[in-house]
């Protein structure tokens, strides 16, 4: 395994256990076995490799949910695979650790995950507006109605009122509020009804 590599995933395991703020490059080195100068030859600091890994994590999701288009996925299966990339998401870099930290980041790592925030809900749009298009969910739903559906299930999602009943299963939380809102709006509730 290069040493680039090595770093990345040893961080990730790190972070996702403690947290973005607890986690020092020198932990990194010494976990992954990487010298400090080998560390700075890749990242210019911690921030730079946190972006890389959460950056790397959005291309690969987005990659999924662009097959799940190009294979004609049913609803069932776009559903599947959304719980399962949600799953390996909070496991990972969305663990209940790292989520905790998001909230009192530093003013270039909170510009970074709004920006990220604003590129996802940017993609869901069209990749709604995709589903609308094959019929896999209603035509007759606005797509802006949509897009702010999938805004508020990210409130509801860090609202305490909501995560309080969730503690310690979190991810029946967001496999909840995405059944919600999947089944919501399939074209096939829509077409049982007739």
Same mark, same amino acid.
């Given at each position: 395994?290069?040493?680039?590599?090595?770093?990345?995933?040893?961080?990730?395991?790190?972070?996702?256990?403690?947290?973005?703020?607890?986690?020092?490059?020198?932990?990194?080195?010494?976990?992954?076995?990487?010298?400090?100068?080998? =560390?700075?030859?890749?990242f210019?600091?911690?921030?730079?490799?946190?972006?890389e890994?959460?950056?790397?994590?959005?291309?690969?999701?987005?990659?999924?949910?662009?097959?799940?288009?190009?294979?004609?996925a049913?609803?069932?299966?776009?559903?599947?695979?959304?719980?399962?990339?949600?799953?390996?998401?909070?496991?990972?870099?969305y663990?209940?650790?790292?989520l905790?930290?998001?909230?009192?980041?530093?003013?270039?790592?909170?510009? =970074? =995950?709004?920006?990220?925030?604003?590129?996802?809900?940017?993609?869901?749009?069209?990749? =709604?507006?995709?589903l609308?298009?094959k019929?896999?969910?209603?035509?007759?739903?606005?797509?802006v109605?949509?897009?702010?559906?999938?805004?508020?299930?990210?409130?509801?999602?860090?609202?305490?009122?909501?995560?309080?009943h969730?503690?310690?299963?979190?991810?029946?939380?967001?496999?909840?509020?995405?059944?919600?809102?999947?089944?919501?709006?399939s074209?096939?509730?829509?077409?049982?009804?007739?």
């Amino acid at each position: 395994m290069k040493k680039i590599d090595k770093l990345k995933l040893i961080a990730e395991q790190l972070f996702s256990a403690q947290g973005l703020k607890r986690v020092s490059i020198d932990e990194i080195c010494q976990q992954s076995k990487v010298s400090r100068v080998t =560390f700075y030859k890749h990242f210019k600091n911690k921030k730079a490799l946190i972006k890389e890994l959460f950056t790397e994590q959005k291309n690969t999701t987005r990659q999924a949910f662009l097959q799940l288009l190009e294979q004609q996925a049913s609803l069932e299966e776009i559903i599947e695979t959304i719980f399962s990339l949600q799953k390996k998401a909070l496991d990972g870099l969305y663990s209940q650790a790292i989520l905790s930290d998001l909230h009192s980041l530093d003013l270039e790592l909170t510009m =970074f =995950f709004r920006e990220m925030e604003q590129e996802k809900h940017d993609f869901m749009h069209y990749f =709604f507006t995709q589903l609308q298009e094959k019929d896999i969910i209603a035509r007759d739903i606005p797509i802006v109605l949509i897009d702010m559906l999938i805004k508020a299930l990210d409130i509801f999602s860090r609202k305490k009122e909501i995560t309080n009943h969730y503690i310690g299963n979190e991810q029946q939380l967001f496999q909840d509020l995405l059944r919600i809102f999947i089944y919501g709006i399939s074209s096939q509730t829509k077409n049982n009804k007739q």
